[in-house]
């Protein structure tokens, strides 16, 4: 039998976090059958903060376990080896779509309400970071999103404006002020405050460790075949023929989603992205601030502290261009090219060249719900360029849920 998620080929070429410290994480394979409160499907960074997340809580879900809560992780790849290490991790509150635009789609209200849970959840992120010691190369920074062929400057200066209405930091820049403080040639933009960056790999292995020394257990490789729920639990079985039964479970795989589960209005794109090696040349703006532009498709980019410059784009609609191998250095010329014609103080030599598969939605927000027609099993999928931040808010909604809670943010993302 095949397995319950769709397979795809997740990353081609090497990204500068595979050659990281610190992404060790204990997993081994599961032999015998068990039963668990808790199993959660895939042990990459959307994994790994539903772990850490639901772990921290294990005493105070016993309410609805009637114990501690048992918690398992089983995934078909070692730790952290799906997307996870294909993130440019640009940790940012704002979405895809515009305040402005999101608007139009859903209303107001909603809107106000995901941009502004966004922005908590960075401010979570950062919070969360900082009290555990995690060492993840993380450092808070600000966003510039520049005009481009999809939203002009008169846009970007009114979606400054709703911004600012709901307490958002946002300032608009007109093309003198990008031309005298940034050296770019663009009619606008908006530069925010409370975005972040990291090492997406070492940030996900610390959060499993803790997840394990809080008595979660992480179980690879461990490929689920098949899902069967009922009013009780879940019962998974595995390519061994051992079988997990669960009273919860949770599917945290990324872009292989579950086969069952129908995601309406999302599409699996293909993404480039580049690192350079340490020489480049960087404006000592680029050092606190990360740049993304308002075109399609758009070109995002962002130093790391160790003096590299990472940057990516090139989207396209289709499920498997990213793992044609030739085209990781045609792509990486484009990026290269783009990036120093927009900022001519640049220059860079890649080292690293990777490409991935991409989630994106209409509206630019995950999906974080139930199953369909699956008794106690939750679904996410981090649709959109926000993956890291929609994985912090569904480990917070999902938790909630488990202790019989109510999110009152949880009816955006289904």
Same mark, same amino acid.
């Given at each position: 039998?095949?397995?319950?998620?769709?397979?795809?080929?997740?990353?081609?070429?090497?990204?500068?976090?595979?050659?990281?410290?610190?992404?060790?994480?204990?997993?081994?394979?599961?032999?015998?059958?068990?039963?668990?409160?808790?199993?959660?499907?895939?042990?990459?960074?959307?994994?790994?903060?539903?772990?850490?997340?639901?772990?921290?809580?294990?005493?105070?879900?016993?309410?609805?376990?009637?114990?501690?809560?048992?918690?398992?992780?089983?995934?078909?790849?070692?730790?952290?080896?799906?997307?996870?290490?294909?993130?440019?991790?640009?940790?940012?509150?704002? !979405?895809?779509?515009?305040?402005?635009?999101?608007?139009?789609?859903?209303?107001?209200?909603?809107?106000?309400?995901?941009?502004?849970?966004?922005?908590?959840?960075?401010?979570?992120?950062?919070?969360?970071?900082?009290?555990?010691?995690?060492?993840?190369?993380?450092?808070?920074?600000?966003?510039?999103?520049?005009?481009?062929?999809?939203?002009?400057?008169?846009?970007?200066?009114?979606?400054?404006?709703?911004?600012?209405?709901?307490?958002?930091?946002?300032?608009?820049?007109?093309?003198?002020?990008?031309?005298?403080?940034?050296?770019?040639?663009?009619?606008?933009?908006?530069?925010?405050?409370?975005?972040?960056?990291?090492?997406?790999?070492?940030?996900?292995?610390?959060?499993?460790?803790?997840?394990?020394?809080?008595?979660?257990?992480?179980?690879?490789?461990?490929?689920?075949?098949?899902?069967?729920?009922?009013?009780?639990?879940?019962?998974?079985?595995?390519?061994?023929?051992?079988?997990?039964?669960?009273?919860?479970?949770?599917?945290?795989?990324?872009?292989?989603?579950?086969?069952?589960?129908?995601?309406?209005?999302?599409? !699996?794109?293909?993404?480039?992205?580049?690192?350079?090696?340490?020489?480049?040349?960087?404006?000592?703006?680029?050092?606190?601030?990360?740049?993304?532009?308002?075109?399609?498709?758009?070109?995002?980019?962002?130093?790391?502290?160790?003096?590299?410059?990472?940057?990516?784009?090139?989207?396209?609609?289709?499920?498997?261009?990213?793992? !044609?191998?030739?085209?990781?250095?045609?792509?990486?010329?484009?990026?290269?090219?783009?990036?120093?014609?927009?900022?001519?103080?640049?220059?860079?030599?890649?080292?690293?060249?990777?490409?991935?598969?991409?989630?994106?939605?209409?509206?630019?927000?995950?999906? !974080?719900?139930?199953?369909?027609?699956?008794?106690?099993?939750?679904?996410?999928?981090?649709?959109?360029?926000?993956?890291?931040?929609?994985?912090?808010?569904?480990?917070?909604?999902?938790?909630?849920?488990?202790?019989?809670?109510?999110?009152?943010?949880?009816?955006?993302?289904?």
């Amino acid at each position: 039998m095949s397995s319950a998620t769709n397979e795809r080929d997740l990353r081609t070429g090497r990204s500068l976090w595979a050659d990281s410290s610190a992404l060790g994480v204990e997993a081994k394979p599961l032999t015998a059958s068990t039963s668990v409160d808790i199993a959660v499907i895939g042990a990459g960074i959307t994994g790994a903060f539903m772990a850490h997340a639901l772990s921290s809580a294990a005493i105070g879900l016993k309410e609805t376990f009637g114990r501690p809560a048992r918690i398992l992780v089983l995934d078909r790849r070692p730790p952290l080896y799906g997307s996870t290490l294909a993130s440019t991790a640009m940790l940012q509150w704002e !979405i895809d779509l515009p305040l402005v635009e999101l608007t139009k789609k859903i209303g107001s209200e909603k809107a106000s309400r995901a941009y502004t849970r966004c922005f908590r959840a960075l401010c979570d992120l950062t919070a969360l970071i900082k009290s555990e010691r995690i060492r993840c190369a993380y450092e808070d920074r600000s966003t510039l999103y520049l005009a481009g062929d999809l939203y002009g400057s008169r846009a970007l200066a009114t979606e400054t404006d709703a911004r600012r209405e709901l307490g958002l930091p946002s300032q608009f820049l007109s093309a003198a002020d990008l031309r005298d403080n940034y050296g770019i040639n663009r009619t606008g933009a908006i530069l925010s405050t409370g975005s972040s960056c990291a090492n997406p790999g070492q940030l996900a292995a610390a959060l499993l460790r803790r997840a394990t020394s809080k008595g979660a257990a992480i179980h690879s490789p461990a490929e689920v075949l098949d899902v069967l729920s009922d009013p009780e639990g879940v019962s998974l079985r595995l390519d061994n023929g051992v079988v997990v039964r669960a009273k919860k479970v949770v599917f945290c795989t990324g872009y292989e989603l579950p086969k069952r589960v129908c995601i309406p209005k999302a599409d !699996i794109l293909s993404t480039w992205a580049i690192a350079s090696d340490t020489t480049a040349t960087i404006p000592d703006w680029l050092k606190t601030t990360m740049v993304w532009e308002a075109s399609d498709p758009y070109l995002y980019f962002r130093s790391t502290p160790d003096g590299r410059i990472i940057l990516g784009g090139e989207d396209e609609e289709s499920e498997t261009r990213h793992s !044609i191998a030739r085209l990781l250095d045609t792509k990486a010329k484009t990026l290269k090219t783009k990036l120093e014609q927009l900022v001519p103080d640049i220059r860079l030599q890649p080292q690293y060249k990777w490409a991935g598969a991409f989630g994106s939605s209409t509206t630019g927000l995950p999906y !974080i719900a139930p199953a369909e027609d699956m008794d106690n099993v939750w679904v996410v999928a981090g649709l959109g360029g926000n993956g890291i931040t929609y994985s912090v808010i569904a480990s917070q909604i999902i938790t909630s849920a488990f202790a019989g809670k109510h999110d009152t943010d949880c009816d955006l993302y289904r």
